[in-house]
């Protein structure tokens, strides 16, 4: 049995335990609660939410971080009346936030500053892409030489196939039953990769570990214990920032998301959570995000190359597929079925 089917059996046992959050942190001291419950860590989060709470003095921010799957089903449990709403969700699992408006879950709000936002970043005046960031493959700068770093999808292919001893266990992504944002990108690249069969099976033969986390994925990179990581949201790496960890923007296409902002049907605060919303959307928010990796700002060197290979992933209602019953449950028997199978050396 490999590891990442090791992995994946010790999630389901697990499915069935309590959502609970990860972490909290206040910001404000006012007398007017506002709580925001996200997937972002509260430390890359923190500049803007310290000068939201200084705008608004009269607000008590409550700041709650959430796994994807965790916060998911708490907010599909405060909409049907099961538990306490926050008064704004934020996602990185935008199929996720989609399939939460479809069931009438969001408030609707416009703004200048929302009408602004592309197509691809809005839907039904519901649910809005605050940010975009890439979906990236990363490296240990000090075990794999220059001219061995693959720049696509069909590299790292070969990468595997060529050394196989060298990337036995040494490569990690998500795992796509306790991220939701893992199997986002593994579904996309499914639709978007003609390599996607080999893909899978190459890091099936490799042996590859999945795990729920990014912190945990770029850690092993930068001290060895992986030597490759695929499929990772940019903006964590970026801001972990490990000198010895590289970044690649596959030229194949890189998946570009923008996480996903909903204020709930029954938000007690809506007011607060729109006033939010607009500030993350106006100059001085996006420059605080872009600051924190969270808007991904080209080299001009590097644009016309980036642009021709983007896909972005919308807001939209194709997303549903991915979570249909059946869908879902055929993709994950996909997944797994690719890696029982994978050949014992």
């Known amino acids: 049995m490999t590891r990442l089917i090791q992995a994946l059996l010790a999630v389901a046992v697990s499915a069935t335990a309590a959502f609970a959050q990860e972490d909290v942190a206040t910001f404000g001291t006012g007398a007017t609660p506002f709580v925001i419950r996200s997937t972002t860590d509260i430390a890359i989060l923190e500049p803007a939410l310290t000068a939201f709470a200084a705008d608004h003095p009269d607000l008590a921010i409550t700041y709650e971080q959430w796994g994807s799957n965790p916060l998911h089903a708490n907010a599909s449990s405060a909409c049907d009346g099961e538990t306490t709403p926050a008064d704004a969700v934020f996602s990185s699992a935008v199929h996720l936030m989609v399939s939460l408006v479809n069931r009438a879950c969001a408030r609707p709000f416009v703004s200048d500053r929302t009408r602004a936002l592309p197509d691809t970043r809005r839907w039904r005046d519901e ?17 794999i030489a220059p001219e061995d770093v693959p720049q696509s999808r069909f590299d790292l292919l070969d990468l595997m196939r060529d050394d196989p001893v060298t990337f036995r266990a040494r490569i990690a992504t998500y795992d796509i039953e ?38 945990e994925i770029i850690e092993g990179v930068s001290t060895g214990e992986y030597l490759f990581a695929y499929n990772v949201l940019g903006s964590y790496v970026r801001n972990a920032a490990p000198a010895n960890v590289g970044v690649i923007l596959p030229e194949d296409y890189t998946l570009f998301l923008s996480r996903a902002y909903m204020i709930p049907a029954k938000a007690r605060n809506p007011v607060a959570a729109e006033q939010f919303l607009d500030f993350l959307l106006s100059e001085r928010g996006q420059a605080m995000l872009a600051s924190v990796g ?52």
């Not at 493959?137 to 075990?143: A, C, E, G, K, P």
């Not at 996607?196 to 912190?215: H, N, P, Q």
């Not at 991904?296 to 194709?318: G, H, K």
């Open 127 to 143: 649910v809005w892409g605050v940010t975009q960031e890439p979906a990236v493959m990363i490296y240990n700068t000090d075990r």
């Open 294 to 345: 969270l808007l991904y700002a080209t080299d001009p060197d590097e644009l016309r190359t980036v642009q021709s290979a983007r896909r972005s992933i919308p807001l939209a209602p194709p997303l549903l597929v991915a979570l249909d019953g059946s869908t879902e449950r055929q993709f994950l028997e996909r997944w797994t079925d690719a890696f029982s199978a994978a050949p014992v050396p």
């Open 178 to 215: 306790a991220s939701g944002l893992g199997y986002l990108f593994a579904y996309i690249d499914s639709l978007e990769a003609t390599t996607f069969g080999s893909l899978l099976e190459g890091l099936a033969r490799s042996d590859a570990i999945a795990t729920c986390c990014s912190a």
